[in-house]
């Protein structure tokens, strides 16, 4: 049973995101504030969902919020800060634009930097414990997905439609095979070492 509130103020955001440890793609945030009424027994961490599952809920977690925030950060960034700190910039970057604006945040897994000045806590594995967070993981899955499925239109031999942008065999192999593109992250080790390849 999910929990609906971590703190006792009136105006808690829950965030979250996905595709830290892809190949490719960008890193996706999400942050939610809940209707006070909010109630929704399918929900769970994202990943215990099915994909299915997953996009039958955002509409729903949508229209119960009292506002969300999706963004996504791409691969020129995450080389740049590395993962970690663009995970967390993306994070930062929901939460400074909802409204109203929230009076605390939680956040899923152990590491955040404070913004604006409102009181944080981190919670481990917080996506299978409390709604809003849960609700922030399905949303950055869902938008993140799509997000991949659109670029994998534009080179489909990395079947990013599929993989998403993780690191499967056949995401390397295509990888080795073809080079990588622009939505590749240069600072990940796109390939085992024994394949490494001047790409020049």
Not at 100 to 114: A, L, M, S, T
Not at 115 to 123: F, K, L, M, Q
């Amino acid at each position: 049973m999910l929990l609906p509130k971590y703190s006792n103020f009136q105006i808690e955001t829950g965030t979250d995101e996905a595709g830290r440890g892809c190949l490719a793609g960008p890193v996706t945030a999400a942050a939610v504030i809940l209707r006070e009424d909010f109630s929704l027994d399918l929900l769970n961490d994202s990943k215990q969902l099915s994909e299915k599952t997953r996009f039958k809920l955002r509409p729903l977690i949508e229209e119960m919020t009292i506002c969300y925030k999706v963004v996504h950060l791409d691969p020129v960034v995450i080389d740049e800060i590395n993962i970690l700190n663009a995970s967390i910039r993306a994070m930062q970057q929901c939460i400074t634009e909802l409204t109203p604006k929230p009076e605390y945040i939680i956040v899923d897994g152990n590491r955040f930097k404070p913004v604006e000045g409102i009181p944080h806590s981190c919670i481990i594995k917080g996506d299978g414990k409390y709604l809003s967070i849960a609700a922030a993981s399905v949303l950055a899955k869902t938008y993140r997905d799509e997000y991949m499925e659109r670029i994998h239109e534009e080179f489909p031999m990395y079947n990013w439609k599929q993989n998403k942008g993780y690191p499967t065999k056949e995401h390397r192999e295509a990888i080795r095979k073809y080079g990588p593109t622009k939505y590749h992250r240069m600072s990940f080790q796109l390939l085992p070492t024994q394949l490494e390849m001047d790409f020049g």
